[in-house]
């Protein structure tokens, strides 16, 4: 049986990459998609739900209502926002994506986050970027961020993750 792993996307020009994704991934992972509520207008949520097999979530489920997807075994989040990335770092859970990070990061489960957006514009050397890249990474996190190698928007190819995820403690 083969391991869960969500992607995450953030609401980002970089957010269709996961179209290429996806196929590689599920040659290892039985994928499922979690979007954060403003990464809905910039993917097919229908086309995702057809490439993965499962209901594509970003808002929390009622207490009542059951768990729709599989526990993950791994999360990777591409492409990671500014916002997403500087939430996360602060503990903030107002979003279903927010919070499944806060506990997954919790729980020392494997984490990949993958900063997206364009590089020398002023975030990307905003202190509280920096102070969260930190955080996480103290946190256990995994962050691939490499803008010099994969300007300009550190858009890592799909091989690179994938191989990234398999070096990380499980």
Excluded at 26 to 39: S, Y
Excluded at 80 to 87: D, E, G, M, Q, R
Aim: with cysteine.
């Amino acid at each position: 049986m083969k391991k869960v792993l969500y992607i995450l996307t953030c609401a980002s020009s970089s957010a269709p990459l996961v179209y290429d994704l996806i196929p590689k991934a599920q040659d290892e992972w039985d994928v499922c998609v979690i979007l954060t509520p403003q990464a809905r207008k910039f993917v097919d949520t229908p086309l995702l739900e057809k490439m993965t097999g499962h209901p594509v979530r970003s808002e929390y489920k009622r207490p009542e209502e059951p768990d729709v997807l599989p526990r993950a075994d791994a999360i990777l989040v591409f492409p990671a926002t500014f916002n997403t990335i500087n939430k996360w770092a602060l503990g903030i859970s107002d979003t279903l994506a927010l919070g499944l990070l806060a506990e997954y990061t919790g729980l020392k489960k494997p984490i990949l986050a993958v900063p997206c957006f364009k590089t020398g514009g002023g975030l990307d050397t905003n202190p509280a970027f920096r102070r969260s890249i930190r955080l996480l990474r103290r946190a256990g996190v995994q962050v691939l961020y490499e803008p010099d190698i994969y300007p300009p928007k550190n858009q890592i190819p799909p091989s690179v993750l994938l191989q990234t995820l398999h070096t990380l403690p499980r």
